[in-house]
């Protein structure tokens, strides 16, 4: 069975920046996929980056040249890393891995 669970969110200003993590059991994060979303209010879930098995890389045009998606085979973790966060960032990020999804994690960019 296989559990995520998502960490790293909170309230930071404009221009700051965050890394959230999705740790992953029940799968090993380098033999997937996996994907992070996120939902705005009153908005619908949004892909914002995807790593490969193969360690490939893909991003969201929201989050294009200020994002970065990582992968620890060791602890079995993917990270996002956004820098120069925007007000329009603020959204509950999510992780998924073969069709399965974390609770998520709470982003507020406010000042």
């Known amino acids: 069975q296989v559990q995520l669970v998502e960490s790293g969110g909170g309230l930071v200003q404009p221009g700051g920046s965050l890394r959230l993590s999705c740790a992953a059991s029940?799968?090993?994060?380098?033999?997937?996929?996996v994907q992070w979303y996120r939902q705005a209010p009153g908005k619908g879930r949004e892909l914002v980056a995807v790593?490969?098995?193969?360690?490939?890389?893909l991003y969201g045009d929201s989050v294009k040249g200020r994002s970065t998606i990582s992968r620890d085979n060791a602890t079995n973790t993917v990270h996002l890393q956004i820098n120069n966060l925007k007000p329009e960032d603020t959204a509950i990020y999510y992780c998924?891995?073969?069709?399965?999804w974390g609770q998520g994690t709470q982003v507020t960019v406010s000042s």
């Open positions: 998924n891995l073969t069709m399965n």
């Open positions: 029940g799968r090993a994060v380098s033999s997937e996929n």
């Open positions: 790593i490969g098995h193969l360690g490939t890389t």
